[in-house]
């Protein structure tokens, strides 16, 4: 029993090849020992006996190495160990041995590659990965990378009138110059009461919403002329004021889609607003675009565009 242990522990630990280069040693120690003693035994002749005997292991390695190609010396290398694993009685090393070298990979796809330490790996929570595992990880990247999120610099604006029966209206001229619209489109005003010790909310309605649009304009001042004549329909020099069905100025902003033809259920917010300021500013200190900031305020809010 203690040959075939041998030859068990051997084939699992250094594979055949392994065993191979074991093996031309083990032959040549016993030549080298004679070789030592009939050259004198001193130093001089234990490093020329043991050069000899390097050399010749070496010229056995590469034999084998010439004629065996390196994809099946790395089969019989797990073959070999698979068998001593098997002469020893371990079954489960002989299989997480084979499945780990990749020998599997043409005929199953995706065992191979150290198949069982990757299952470990992808199932094991790391705290680089935030304490989850790679595999919940891929599955969040997966998600994240399938949904088309919205951007803040994709957007359309429309804004249009009745004033002058629309000639004034040029809302290809506002989606080009417009820069930046800021607004809150949901507003629910409401106090606090309280009661004994305990306070209670109790809403009021809904608020206007109040919008500012960043716009550049031409060297005519097309924008500029079009928020003065609204601003004078609202209210004249003579003090009088005019009626919404007049000024009312629907806007209309389109988020994440820059153009009518490309919306693709895109999200939409339409109101009648009424104008209130125009912010200008002007300096000889830079060499910039100019800016207009515009200022509108809804209508009431149950009117409805």
């Not at 809302?171 to 409401?190: Q, W």
Request: glycine share 14%.
């Amino acid at each position: 029993m203690s040959l075939y242990n041998n030859i068990a522990d051997s084939l699992s630990g250094n594979g055949l090849l392994g065993s191979i280069r074991s093996g031309i040693g083990a032959s040549l120690n016993g030549l080298a020992s004679s070789a030592t003693q009939a050259l004198g035994g001193g130093k001089l002749a234990s490093t020329v006996v043991g050069m000899g005997q390097s050399m010749a292991v070496n010229a056995g390695m590469n034999a084998v190495n010439k004629y065996v190609p390196i994809q099946a010396q790395r089969a019989l290398n797990v073959g070999a160990g698979a068998v001593g694993d098997l002469m020893k009685g371990d079954w489960d090393g002989a299989g997480l041995r084979v499945l780990g070298s990749g020998l599997l990979n043409e005929l199953l796809p995706g065992f191979g590659g150290g198949a069982a330490s990757q299952a470990a790996f992808l199932g094991t929570p790391t705290p680089l990965l935030g304490g989850i595992s790679p595999a919940e990880a891929k599955s969040i990247y997966a998600q994240v990378r399938g949904e088309r999120r919205a951007k803040k610099n994709l957007w359309l604006l429309e804004v249009t009138s009745r004033l002058a029966g629309g000639a004034l209206n040029m809302p290809d001229r506002f989606n080009l110059f417009a820069t930046e619209v800021e607004y809150a489109p949901y507003i629910i005003a409401g106090d606090k009461t309280r009661v004994g010790g305990a306070v209670v909310d109790c809403a009021q309605g809904s608020e206007p919403v109040d919008m500012r649009l960043t716009t550049m304009d031409d060297e005519s001042g097309s924008l500029k002329r079009w928020f003065e004549a609204h601003h004078a329909a609202v209210a004249a020099r003579d003090g009088t004021l005019g009626v919404p069905d007049e000024y009312a100025i629907r806007i209309r902003v389109v988020h994440s889609f820059i153009t009518s033809g490309s919306n693709r259920g895109g999200y939409e917010s339409v109101g009648l607003f009424r104008p209130v300021n125009l912010d200008l500013s002007l300096s000889r200190r830079e060499d910039g675009l100019q800016e207009l900031q515009m200022s509108f305020s809804q209508l009431d809010t149950f009117m409805r565009p």
